[in-house]
Structures are given as C-alpha cells and as structure tokens.
C-alpha cells in the first residue's frame, strides 16, 4: 500500500510572517506553551525547574516531529470484531543529538520511541566568534535508511544545525529525510538553516525576536546546556 504523506499539527512557520521559510513549522503557539516558555525564561527559574518545563517542551516536539513522518494504511480488528482502517508509521528513525544542548532532548524521544537509536554529534561554537567546529559524531551504521530527528534546543545562527546536517548529509542521509527539532529560533538562523537545506524541515517551539551582539537569542532563555546540564 503506497505510504501518505502526512503535515502535522504545526502551523507553517511561514504563516507568522511572510519571508519565513515554507520548511519551516511552528509548534501551535498555545498559552500552555507560553507559559512553559515563561518559566523557562526567566532568570530566578531553579535548575531542577529549568529541566522539568524544558521535558515537558521537548516532548511537545518530539509529537509534532512524528506527525511528520509518513504512515500507511493499516487495518486491525478492535476488541468488538470491528475492523478499523487506521494507519502506521512506515519507516525506521532515529535521533541525533548535537552535544551538549541536544542530549538533554533524548529523553523525549525515548518516552515517545522506545529503544530508539540514537547518535551523537559533538558541535561547539567558539564562545569569541559564535563560529561552529564539529569534534565528533557517531552514528548508527544504517542511518542513510532512517528518518533522522536531529535534536538541539538553540537555533540562534544556525551554524551549529548547519554542520550537523552537513555531517548528517556525509553519512547519506537524505535531505528530505531531516527534521530538526529546536525549543527556540532566531528568525535569521531559522531563514538560514531553511534556506540551505530547502527539502529539510524544522519544527521550532518559538521564534524569538534576534540576537544580541553575543549571538544569543533575545528576548532567549541564556546558555540551555549551562542551565540544564550544570
Ligand atoms: C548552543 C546550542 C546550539 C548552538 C546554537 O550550543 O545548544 O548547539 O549553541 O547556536 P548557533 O545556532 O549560533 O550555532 P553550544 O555550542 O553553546 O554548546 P553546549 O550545547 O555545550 O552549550
Ligand atoms: N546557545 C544557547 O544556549 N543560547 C543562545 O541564545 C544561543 C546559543
């Protein structure tokens, strides 16, 4: 049976503002989601809070990321003998999270895939320059036949995402085969990253006004790895 291919429940990006990309998804932008923006946001947020509001945003990611991924029709018979014209996931993934930031999103996708694969890639930016440098990746030997959900929950230049699916892309991974799922965007880093891997898609939770002289998101949430990990 030929797989479907199904959108999501993200608003295109593209709807908040007219240059946004059309590879570009937005989580729907509910009070809920603001409010757990707004704890993570603020600065007096304790570290054990900081990491139970940003799980919590991690998962609504991960969900919206499998909404789009392509199912096919598949019939079952319920416990009344009914028969039920469903569908089912069609197509092995995996995750892909660039450290530090993004393994603090493997839990997510682990309560939703369970004993999913998941490969690393080690990016830093240069805290003078804000410039990208890939130490370090490890993946799973048949990555170019999955779906990869590459994870990191800053998109601020847009370096970072770039190296990663440039390395994703090495390892044959097909373009259309990338979602990369990020908690907050800069609208230039998003336009970036969009705009250089057009068959790609990214679903962010929110995107944020800029950057501020440092490269960091504003109004942003500070350094995510410092505040979750230390
Ligand atoms: C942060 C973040 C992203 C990157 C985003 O990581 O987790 O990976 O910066 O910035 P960019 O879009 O300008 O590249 P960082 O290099 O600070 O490392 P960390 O995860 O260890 O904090
Ligand atoms: N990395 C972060 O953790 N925060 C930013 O605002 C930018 C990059």
């Known amino acids: 049976m030929a797989a479907q291919e199904r959108v999501g429940t993200s608003i295109q990006a593209s709807e908040a503002g007219p240059d ?14 603001d409010a757990l923006l707004t704890i993570v946001r603020d600065q007096r947020t304790s570290r054990g809070d900081f990491i139970f509001y940003c799980d919590r945003i991690f998962r609504l990611l991960v969900e919206e990321g499998l909404n789009h991924l392509p199912v096919i029709e598949k019939q079952v018979t319920t416990p009344t003998g009914q028969t039920y014209n469903g569908v089912g996931f069609q ?3 995996c995750g892909v999270s660039i450290m530090r930031a993004g393994e603090a999103m493997e839990q997510g996708l682990r309560e939703c895939a369970r004993s999913v694969r998941i490969g690393k890639i080690l990016i830093q930016r240069d805290e003078e320059t804000a ?11 048949d990555i170019s036949e999955r779906y990869v959900l590459l994870l990191d929950p800053m998109l601020a230049t847009g370096g970072s995402a770039i190296k990663a699916i440039e390395t994703l892309l090495e390892y044959k991974v097909a373009e259309e085969r990338i979602l990369f799922l990020n908690m907050l965007s800069s609208p230039e880093g998003l336009r970036k990253v969009c ?5 790609a898609r990214v679903i962010t939770g929110w995107i944020d006004r800029g950057l501020d002289e440092k490269s960091y998101i504003v109004p942003g949430i500070g350094d995510a790895g410092d505040r979750y990990f230390t």
Do not use: D, M, V, W
């Open 131 to 141: 410039l990208p440098k890939l130490f370090y990746a490890k993946l799973p030997e």
């Open 91 to 93: 197509g092995a993934i």
């Open 195 to 199: 705009e250089a891997f057009p068959k």
């Open 20 to 33: 946004l990309p059309k590879n570009a998804f937005r989580l729907a932008q509910t009070t809920q989601l």
